[in-house]
Nanobody
Framework: QVQLVESGGGLVQTGGSLRLSCAASGGTFSSYNMGWFRQAPGKEREFVLAISRSSSNKYYADSVKGRFTISRDNAKNTVYLQMNSLKPEDTAVYYC?????????????????WGQGTQVTVSS
């Protein structure tokens, strides 16, 4: 059983930056592909980014390309989401997730473990 704990959320102005962290415990972190998802009020949860176990492959949602980056440190059992040039439409609860799959995936249904989420609010 893998436990995931996100941190780093908060309130930021339009154009600002935040870095989210997701610390994993209870499993072999390096064996999991990791992803970030978000859910805005009144909307479905959506894919944001994913990273493979060795960081060799990364996938981005079109809405965040060029602004958000994903990285991981397997020695620290942590995955990061660097968010730059934030917009009000980025306001959401951000979740990290772990997938025990051969490849990184954008599909929410293929993730096995989820964090509790961290709120990101971008003011205009």
């Amino acid at each position: 059983q893998v436990q995931l704990v996100e941190s780093g959320g908060g309130l930021v102005q339009t154009g600002g930056s935040l870095r989210l962290s997701c610390a994993a415990s209870g499993g072999t972190f390096s064996s999991y592909n990791m992803g970030w998802f978000r859910q805005a009020p009144g909307k479905e949860r959506e894919f944001v980014l994913a990273i493979s176990r060795s960081s060799s492959n990364k996938y981005y949602a079109d809405s965040v390309k060029g602004r958000f980056t994903i990285s991981r440190d397997n020695a620290k059992n942590t995955v990061y989401l660097q968010m730059n040039s934030l917009k009000p439409e980025d306001t959401a609860v951000y979740y990290c997730a772990a997938a025990n799959r051969l490849y990184a995936t954008r599909s929410e249904g293929e993730y096995d473990y989820w964090g509790q989420g961290t709120q990101v609010t971008v003011s205009s």
